[in-house]
């Protein structure tokens, strides 16, 4: 993960910050790219309308509208909010290659994204509900 130093995210915050602003579960996944158990974060099946924003800075992520249901246990979303808010790094962790997602804003690990995703997109971003808030749509 990036150390507190890195000056390229716009949100910069101390290790003490976060633990202070972040539960535990939440700064392991955001600061340390740890990973919740599959089907047990929140947001795994829900289905309210709204933005999933990030937990380490409140920038609008996903939309309700791009999360389906991809049978992994994790919130999927075929695609961001926009092609700014988030960061792809290439991740060779546990014997694997992956493509790790961050908040661009402030740097906090996310979770992954797939190219087994549903039209249109073909993307499946995999994504930690302790990365994320969720913001309900006002009726």
Known sequence: MKSDNDTKYKVQKSDA???EQLDPMQYQVARHA?????FSGK????????KYKCVGCGIPLFDSGTKFDA????P???QAVNSEVIERVVDKTHGMVRVEV???NCG???????????????ERFCI???AINFDPDKK
């Open 17 to 19: 910050e976060w633990r």
């Open 34 to 38: 740890a990973t919740e158990h599959a």
């Open 43 to 50: 947001y795994w099946n829900h289905w309210d309308e709204g």
């Open 71 to 74: 049978g992994c246990g994790w």
């Open 76 to 78: 999927s979303y075929f």
């Open 102 to 104: 961050r908040c661009n």
């Open 108 to 122: 906090s690990h996310l979770g992954h994204v797939f190219e087994d995703g549903p039209e249109p997109t073909g």
């Open 128 to 130: 930690n509900s302790a």
